[in-house]
């Protein structure tokens, strides 16, 4: 069936200011409220990527809008979106819809790639634009801090990244004065789920994930509670001190799906526990996972939103409230390190802007690129030189940049930008030998600072800090990747799902990507009581975390 959305176009636009603000979603425990009614609040969702941008795609929000009405959803998850787009006008569209939005907070540009993991200051300038950008409106749900990132025993070192990031944002979505929370989506993978669960959960309330989603495939065709493994799951989080939700579902095999684990998920077998879910996704891609094709402005329903729509019509759980709930969750204790776990709970220092760029200003031999773009034009040769520089004397000219998630050891200027981390192994060893040429890449300068004093410029969430002559870009540049700057690390390997290649390790030279394909790819998994098909082909969620 043929849906136009001309005739609705000129309603939605002349009602954006027309409708009162929706009631502000908060966490208390492990449940969602709505803050003004007190009721318990549940995730009637659809995943939501039609275009790069769709927050700020508003001919493409007035055609597929009455359609979330009509299927009774209540927020969206976004995969990305971008901060030079104006987003008012999307924004106000669906919140007069009664619709919220779940946001991935990296995108294609800036974001923490899971072969190459970095957590530094221009990443850290780049992300707080989405805060700044997103949080005031009041249909703003939640972040999602990072989406499938660790999805194999080879990226687990990413999750220290993530972590960090996370406690970072929440820092400095506080300092801003807002309460939006951050979350993570995580991968449902055998051997590695229930770690990740727990990494997330552990340490300080300021490092903690704010709620856990899962993006889970395991009811698939008729099944049930117990068969699909949802009964399993279901108990094994009933006392989470923090909101879960599917952040994905809907499995695909056999074609034709009936969505009756909506039942379990809006009903009495796990509306105690899980804060709802949101459907995979909405318009149709190679992998079929569509409730609806799109064509310019026309959007066609397919079968499976017919499926869906009275499974999400006709559950509307009733929880507790929140001024009688009284959270009896319990924090999980962080995994413990191993062979399979080779993850120390130290995480990432937070990236200091100001400290960044005095120290820089202190070196008397750094390299001749300016700012990152340059450096990064220069990445296979800088990549080498770093590489060498911390094989050399055990490690001693690396000892400032030093990263090394599984020993939790982190060099007090290891969360700088690609421009000091490299000129810093370059005077370390220029102390020793006079020399500074690097085969031409480097250049003396006169110190202007104290490395005394930039050692003490204390972290400030809210500081731009003095740029000097480092330039922060959303565009990473030359990788000081884990390999290069730690020993012992776990090997990684090139991501088969990652793209576009924009950074460089310093180890080996070899390019690697920074972002991914636009739709989704889980690895298969088992669940406690059957396969868990899981047959998209791509992932869009790894578009905007890799």
Not at 142 to 170: C, H, Q, W
Not at 271 to 283: A, I, P, Q, R
Not at 460 to 471: E, P, R, W
């Amino acid at each position: 069936m043929r849906f136009s959305t001309a005739i609705c176009v000129l309603f939605l636009y002349l009602g954006i200011s027309s409708v009162e603000s929706l009631n502000p979603i908060i966490i208390k425990g492990s449940k969602f409220f709505d803050s003004v009614t007190g009721k318990q609040w549940y995730a009637k969702g659809v995943d939501y990527q039609p275009s790069t941008d769709p927050l700020s795609n508003t001919k493409g929000l007035a055609r597929d809008i009455p359609l979330m009405q009509e299927l009774g959803v209540n927020v969206i998850r976004v995969y990305q979106s971008y901060t030079n787009n104006n987003h008012d006008a999307g924004m106000a569209m669906l919140n007069n819809a009664g619709i919220y939005v779940m946001l991935d907070i990296g995108d294609y540009q800036a974001s923490i790639n899971r072969v190459d993991p970095q957590w530094d200051v221009p990443l850290f300038t780049n992300l707080r634009s989405k805060v700044d950008r997103f949080c005031p409106y009041s249909n703003f749900l939640a972040f999602i801090g990072g989406n499938e990132v660790t999805n194999s025993p080879d990226t687990i070192p990413a999750t220290a990244y993530v972590k960090s990031m996370i406690r970072d944002l929440k820092a400095y979505i506080k300092a801003r004065g807002f309460t939006t929370p951050v979350g993570y989506a995580t991968a449902d993978v055998e051997g590695l789920t229930l770690n990740m669960e727990a990494y997330f959960d552990c340490g300080t309330k300021e490092e903690q994930a704010d709620f856990w989603g899962i993006n889970i495939y395991r009811w698939c065709g008729k099944s049930s509670f117990q068969q699909s493994g949802y009964a399993a799951l279901t108990q094994h989080f009933a006392n989470s001190d923090i909101p879960i939700m599917l952040t994905e579902f809907g499995c695909n095999v056999p074609r034709g799906r009936n969505f009756e684990d909506v039942d379990s998920l809006l009903g009495p077998n796990m509306k105690d526990v899980f804060s709802g879910g949101l459907v995979y996704e909405w318009h149709q891609e190679a992998n079929e996972y569509g409730l609806v094709t799109i064509q310019g402005d026309t959007v066609t329903r397919l079968d499976d939103f017919f499926s869906l729509k009275p499974h999400y019509l006709n559950n509307n759980p009733v929880g507790v409230t929140l001024d009688s709930y009284v959270p009896k969750g319990t924090q999980k204790e962080c995994p413990q390190v191993s062979a399979a776990w080779p993850l120390s709970p130290v995480i990432p220092p937070t990236p200091n802007i100001p400290q960044c760029a005095c120290i820089l200003s202190t070196l008397q031999c750094r390299t001749k690129a300016n700012n990152i773009q340059e450096a990064a034009q220069q990445g296979a040769a800088l990549g080498e030189v770093v590489g060498q520089l911390c094989k050399e004397q055990g490690g001693k000219y690396c000892a400032d940049i030093k990263r090394n998630p599984q020993t939790g050891e982190w060099g007090k200027y290891s969360h700088c930008e690609s421009v000091t981390v490299i000129s810093l192994a370059m005077n370390a060893k220029f102390k020793d030998t006079g020399s500074c040429d690097y085969n031409g890449l480097a250049k003396t300068q006169t110190p202007r600072d104290d490395p005394n004093r930039c050692a003490t410029i204390p972290v400030n969430v809210l500081d731009n800090g003095a740029q000097g002559s480092v330039t922060t870009s959303s565009v990473p540049a030359v990788s000081t990747s884990t390999s290069a700057l730690t020993t012992n690390a776990p090997s990684k390997t090139v991501a088969t799902s990652t793209t576009a290649a924009t950074s460089t390790t310093a180890a080996t030279s070899t390019t690697v990507a920074t972002s991914a394909t636009a739709s989704p790819t889980v690895t298969e998994v088992e669940s406690s009581a059957e396969t868990s098909a899981n047959p998209k082909t791509s992932d869009p969620t790894q578009e905007t975390n890799q």
